[in-house]
């Protein structure tokens, strides 16, 4: 077997991200607004990766999602705090403006929406699995993008649906987005959303029908994500539209 | 060159006082029991698992899960090491020594000096023959008790607690003996052919 | 055989495969070789966790790619794809 030296393309470099403000968008979830002093540019579904070196040297690294619409000026990184995980903890609640780590990207090429793409556009996203779809709807909004677009999104509770304020906003624009929202534990009184997990006669319901032929994609935890496309694959949408991104138990 | 920024109050996990004689260099307790996988978790189906020696292409025993469970059963208090850098001490294993099945085979010794150990999925990882021999081994159908979890590797695992944790094959299916060394599915891609903890051999050249 | 909370995607090992090719490996189209059918390399499923990512083909579950990071360098096993389709504009 013969070796080479592997020099990583210049997207793949480290570089230093400067935390330039922090937005509290729930209790647990917190989004990052960075500096990175030469940025390449994005598409709208891409990650970074973020690594962190410890007081004692101990290096970590974590792909969080990227939120912030290619065209926004400011990129932002939203992550949601896991309790016994590594890196969010100190991401999601202990980093102040100011502080600095290691950063990369944009990366993936997959799970993106361009609005050329053109749609329907169908999304669903399951807690903090939004966070890519955002970076979705900013782009589609920022461009003035008129593509029939649905989300459903599930949430736990009214308080921890997460863009909750931004997307009420979106959708009353009357641009052609739809959000349709989902608690799956608490619902407040007088709740008009879903109440449930998200289902089949959830997406066949509301869902944009095969025969539309969207553009699908889904983000959020593992069992989410299997079952929302295992059932749109059965209703007879294309496999090849329906992209998927999975929140590993990668330990946070 | 970029200057490394420093996470005020973020540490790396450290190691509890006292019992750092028991972790090998490089591993960190933990109390939970990770996850890893090279593929789906396959449903168990004990009316159809079987369990093979072979050499070469001989067969030279096979057990259902009846036969398998027959067997001499062995209870064991080790510790595990994951080449991904968790250790885990005082865990309880039970299931049956390679001794065991070698003598149920009608084998006075093993034929051969190396090991393939086949699962499930197609998974292989090998194994010198000396390094499952007495009772440095078992293939184990019970953990801390109760049945072994799928997603650990239920129903039987190879154990071999003192290489790093991959070498402990997941769903495993049968071995196979070899004249000479082989590498299996992870030692192909550069892990270590051996995979002692504590010299710390995680990659080829280590 | 059955998903589990294990499974990834392609595109979660998209960083690792970014430090090997200068094209955006993801949307690259992989045949494979056990059953035939291509789909987007951010398409398969991902197993492996901390020591390698390990493509799964979405249809059969046969592994078409194997990448790892050892203390020597990166492992690439791409013997179970048999044809990768790169489209240009994506290059």
Request: charged share 20%.
């Amino acid at each position: 077997m013969t070796s080479a030296s592997v020099a990583a393309p210049p997207r793949m470099q480290w570089q230093i991200a400067t935390v330039r403000a922090v937005v509290d968008e729930t209790p647990r979830v917190r989004s990052l607004i960075l500096d990175v002093p030469e940025w390449p540019g994005h598409r709208a579904g891409q990650h970074v990766d973020i690594r962190l070196t410890g007081e004692d040297g101990y290096r970590a690294q974590r792909s969080y999602s990227i939120a912030s619409a290619p065209e926004a000026p400011d990129l932002a990184v939203t992550i949601e705090r896991i309790d016994d995980g590594e890196v969010s903890p100190y991401l999601a609640a202990n980093v102040q403006v100011g502080d600095r780590f290691e950063i990369r990207g944009p990366i993936g090429g997959y799970f993106v929406w361009t609005a050329p793409l053109g749609g329907p556009l169908f999304l669903i996203a399951g807690g903090s699995g939004i966070v890519p779809l955002m970076a979705m709807l900013r782009h589609r909004a920022l461009v003035d993008s008129k593509t029939p677009t649905l989300l459903i999104h599930s949430s736990r509770g009214f308080e921890e649906i997460i863009f909750r304020n931004e997307l009420e906003r979106l959708a009353t624009k009357e641009d052609g987005l739809t959000v349709y929202h989902t608690l799956t534990r608490r619902q407040p009184v007088g709740w008009s959303g879903g109440a449930r997990r998200i289902d089949r006669d959830m997406l066949t319901g509301i869902g944009i029908p095969p025969a539309m032929t969207p553009r699908i994609y889904i983000c959020g935890p593992t069992p989410l994500v299997e079952s929302a496309a295992r059932i749109l694959s059965e209703l007879g949408h294309e496999p090849g539209l329906i992209k998927t991104e999975r929140f590993g138990p990668t330990g946070g | 060159m970029i200057d490394i920024p420093i996470a005020r109050g973020f540490f790396g996990r450290k190691k509890p006082e006292g019992q750092s004689a028991r972790i090998p260099p490089g591993q960190h307790l933990v109390h939970d029991f990770p996850v890893l996988s090279a593929g789906p978790t396959p449903v168990p189906d004990l009316a159809s698992w079987r369990f093979t020696l072979s050499d070469g292409d001989t067969r030279l025993g096979s057990w259902s899960w009846e036969e398998f469970n027959a067997l001499a059963q062995t209870q064991v208090k080790v510790d595990i090491h994951c080449v991904t850098t968790w250790s885990k001490l005082d865990t309880n294993w039970e299931g049956v020594t390679l001794d065991t099945l070698l003598e149920a085979a009608g084998l006075d010794e093993a034929p051969a000096p190396y090991a393939m150990i086949h699962c499930e999925g197609g998974y292989t990882t090998n194994v010198p023959v000396e390094d499952m021999l007495g009772g440095k081994a078992m293939v184990a159908t019970r953990y801390e008790g109760q049945p072994l979890d799928p997603e650990h590797g239920g129903p039987a695992r190879l154990l071999v607690p003192h290489l790093y944790f991959w070498k402990s094959a997941k769903w495993a299916t049968g071995i196979v003996f070899m004249e000479e060394d082989e590498p299996g599915f992870w030692e192909q891609l550069g892990y270590h052919i051996y995979g002692d903890p504590w010299r710390e051999q995680r990659y080829t050249g280590d | 055989m059955e998903r589990d909370a294990l499974t990834l995607d392609g595109n979660a090992a998209a960083g690792l495969l970014g430090e090997l090719f200068a094209i955006e490996m993801t949307a690259a189209v992989a045949t494979c070789d056990a059953c035939g059918t291509s789909g987007a390399i951010g398409g398969a499923r991902v197993y492996g966790g901390e020591m390698g990512a390990i493509f799964r083909c979405a249809t059969c579950d046969a592994v078409i790619v194997r990448l790892v990071r050892t203390s020597r360098g990166i492992s690439f096993d791409a013997r179970g794809m048999r044809c990768l389709v790169v489209a240009e504009a994506s290059a």
